[in-house]
Structures are given as C-alpha cells and as structure tokens.
C-alpha cells in the first residue's frame, strides 16, 4: 500500500527537518511491505506542491507527525487533502496527539490520531485498511465520533528499541539535513525520568500511567552499528547524541563509550543535566571522543528555575558541573528560557549573570512557549494567561511570547533574546562582531560554500 508522510515545519524553530520519531514509523511500515514516501513542507507556499505528491504517489494513507506548533499546519493540509481526495484517511502522530488527544475534535483535525510510540499499532493500523476492516479498534488510536472523543488503549511500551529497524535514511532524506546542519545527528534512548514543568516527558509519563518516563534504550552494539551504517554511507566529520540526557544507565554509557572510542573516532557531542556532572563522567565521555557538552541552566534565578520549572537543581549545582567540564578541556553550550509565567526583567538579569559565572563556550536562550498537555502550559491557559488569538496564528515560536502581555515587556523579551550573546559576553568584541554576522545573507552563503567545498574534497579522496 502507497502512504505518503508529512513533516511539517513551517516557521518552525528547529533549522532540523528529519524527525526521528517519523523515520521510525517509515522504516516500520516499509519493513512490513509497503510503499512510503516522505514529503517535507517548510512553508505554506508548498501545500501546492503537497497535492501534486498526492496525486503522483496516489496514497491510500497520509501520515503527519506534530508538536503543538504546527498541528495547526497539519489541520489545513490534511482538510485540504480530504477535500479533494475524501478517500484518502488522514492520521497523525507526535508529542501533540500524545498528550492532547482532544485535538481529534478540533475542525479540520485528521481522521485519526496515534497516540505514544506507536510503530506496531500503525503497522496494524495499515494492515487493516489494506484489507478493508475497520481500524477503529486499533490500539494508541483517538479520533472523534459522533461529535465525542474516543481514545483507545494504549500499547505498552517496547522494552527494548533494538526491537526496532533504525530510523529511515533513503526515503527520508538525512543526507541533506547533515549537509544543512553540520553534523550526523543520533537518538539512541527514549524517555527522561525528570518532570521539568516546561518538558512533555511528565505528561507522557501521565498517559501511560507511569511515575516517570523512564529512558529505554537501542544496545550500545547496536547503536555503534547503526553509526557504522551511517558514516559508510554519508560524509561525516561530527556526530550529534541528541538523547534528553546521554548515558543516563551508567553500564550502558560505559560499555558505549567504550566501543565508540575504539570503531567510531569521530568526535560527538550530547546533552546532559548538571546535577549528574562528575569527574569520572566526563573524563569518560572525552576518552570517548566527546568535546562539547550541552547542558540546560534554564534559568539563573533559583525560584524561576525551582518553582516554576521543577528543575530541582541549585546555582552551585551547575556552577560545579561547568567547572568540571572545563577543566577537562571540553566545550560546553549552555540552554536557557526568559519569558515564564511572571518572570520578571531582573530574573533575567539573574540568568544572564550565571551564564557569565560559568562562562559556557556558547550561550542561546529561547523565549518560553506555553504547549498544550505539558504542566506549565496547561497552567497558562487555565489561568488565562495565553492569546489565544496570537497562539491560533503563531509563526514565532520560541522567538517570541504568546502570553498575554504588555507590548513593553514583549520588546523586552525580544530584545534580550536578539542580543543574547552580547550580553552574556559583554567585552568579548569577537564574538560580538560573529553574532551580528551571522544574520546576514552572507554569512549562510559561505556556509554552504565551506560545506560544499568539503563535500567535494572528501568525494575525491583529497
């Protein structure tokens, strides 16, 4: 059977189109026999371009994964796909369905919805239709009925990920997105274990019925392989560890670094949480081959970061994790949010006077989004904090707020957000003079131009 998925990421904030929840569901589904195809739209001028994939692939499924930011994309595509084509069913996957299943009654909302991780139950989803039964009693299913909600059971779990095919790299195009961003990027786990308030591993812990949502991981080996896979294949000189938080299982990080360090030798970088920061750690990553260490400060007022995002973490926490990480001679990147319900224009002050502390190598901030689902989303709209006129249209998303505000704390944000490396290195005229740069049209010209002339250089053995 002919499915043709799409990834929305429209105004979207993450330079990074390859979704690796949705190549998952596209090595699944093309393991079981069928015809995938993978179309991504980065702005509405290509629905055009949607419909004519439609006509040319004649899907008898069409399949969207979303966050709450584009599922308002996701509505208009898939009501015009069901407007010409009534035939064709609409699903959707993601975080949105997940944790805001109510979203199936919503105009112009797809047939169906799949909530969690749902590889066999699109699998048996597909089967079913290809038959001609009825998918309705598909597990992780939502989807309206007569005007109410109906949310299926949910499948438990897998236990182990190697359970899985790796995510897709033909039909969903990885070359390019290395190419576009700079390096291979991985995830190998699923799942954190905290509950920041901002964060939906709380709330898809929540519709599991589970305390936590404990990480599960791919084996070290086979994770190692799936890399080996990748740089036969592609062209590349760094790697991306994007799990929540890398190596979490300390006898799974050791037994990964190990082999790492001894097949891959390409240098990587990954994500962990200052609190679980130690000598032995780090020195063990850098054996490894990792060299920069993101890490989420959030915030550098200790009430914003404790009491509003459940953080649970102290100033001295992070300023020792920094600490540790630079004396061992790696590069550190420093995560941090303004614009949380109340914040106030000193608390950012606060933050920006810790990143000065721990003097990351590099430094980004984003403007607080409220997600539906999520604890402190939830909280801003029930308390009637969001615009819900600017969160219907929203193209900004973490670049500006859609809380309800006055047009000079907006400014406030914004300006912070725009001028964010000036102000946390203020007498660093280098990188003052790079930060301007790099926004303009220039700047992304030799970009490409470095990375094409590397490509080439490579192709040819030089």
């Given at each position: ?153 949910l499948k438990p779990f897998l236990k182990s990920l190697d359970m899985l095919p790796y995510p897709d790299r033909e039909i969903y195009p990885y070359g390019p997105t290395i190419k576009k961003i700079g390096y291979a990027p991985f995830f190998f786990s699923r799942g954190c274990p905290y509950a920041c308030s901002y964060c939906s591993n709380h709330a898809i812990a ?257």
């Amino acid at each position: 059977m002919n499915i043709l998925f799409i990834y929305t990421n429209i105004n979207g904030f993450h330079e990074n189109d390859y979704s690796f929840g949705l190549a998952s569901i596209v090595s699944s589904i093309k393991k079981a026999g069928h015809t995938p195809t993978v179309l991504i739209a980065r702005e509405r001028s290509w629905y055009g371009r949607i419909m004519d994939e439609v006509v040319r692939s004649a899907p008898k499924i069409v399949g969207f994964s979303s966050v709450s930011s584009q599922f308002g994309f996701v509505k208009e595509i898939s009501a015009m796909i069901k407007n010409s084509f009534p035939d064709i069913i609409t699903v959707c996957g993601g975080v949105h369905p997940t944790i805001a299943p109510e979203c199936a009654l919503e105009p112009g909302s797809p047939d169906y919805l799949f909530r969690g991780e749902s590889e066999l139950s699109f699998i048996e989803f597909v089967n079913k239709v290809e038959r001609g039964a009825s998918p309705a009693d598909t597990e992780n299913l939502a989807f309206a009925k007569e005007g109410r909600l109906v949310v299926n059971k949910l499948k438990p779990f897998l236990k182990s990920l190697d359970m899985l095919p790796y995510p897709d790299r033909e039909i969903y195009p990885y070359g390019p997105t290395i190419k576009k961003i700079g390096y291979a990027p991985f995830f190998f786990s699923r799942g954190c274990p905290y509950a920041c308030s901002y964060c939906s591993n709380h709330a898809i812990a929540r519709v599991y019925g589970l305390p936590t949502n404990t990480p599960r991981y791919r084996s070290p080996e086979s994770s190692i392989c799936e890399i080996e896979q990748v740089i036969k294949r592609f062209s590349v000189n760094t790697i991306s560890i994007g799990d929540d938080i890398f190596g979490l299982d300390k006898a799974w990080r050791e037994d990964f670094c190990v082999k790492y360090k001894n097949r891959i030798k390409i240098r990587f970088f990954c994500f962990l949480r200052a609190n679980l920061v130690t000598e032995d750690f780090i020195r063990l990553l850098k054996d490894a081959g990792c060299y920069r260490i993101s890490i989420g400060v959030e915030s550098g007022n200790e009430h914003v970061r404790n009491d509003v995002m459940n953080r649970s973490m102290s100033n001295a926490q992070i300023e020792k994790a920094f600490g540790i990480i630079h004396r061992n001679g790696m590069l550190t990147n420093a995560i941090n949010i303004i614009g949380t319900p109340g914040e106030t224009e000193s608390a950012i002050m606060d933050t920006i006077k810790l990143n000065r502390k721990i003097r990351p190598t590099s430094s980004g901030v984003n403007i607080f989004y409220p997600y539906r689902g999520i604890r402190l989303g939830d909280y801003c709209f029930q308390n009637d904090m969001v615009d819900l006129a600017g969160y219907l249209e929203f193209s900004n998303e973490r670049r500006d707020t859609v809380l309800k505000c006055s047009d000079e704390y907006k400014r406030m944000l914004i300006r912070y957000r725009e001028n964010w490396e000036r102000l946390v290195y203020p007498h660093d005229l280098k990188r003052a003079l790079l930060s301007i740069a790099r926004k303009t049209p220039v700047w992304e010209y030799l970009r490409k131009s470095r990375n094409f002339v590397r490509d080439r250089i490579k192709a040819r053995g030089i």
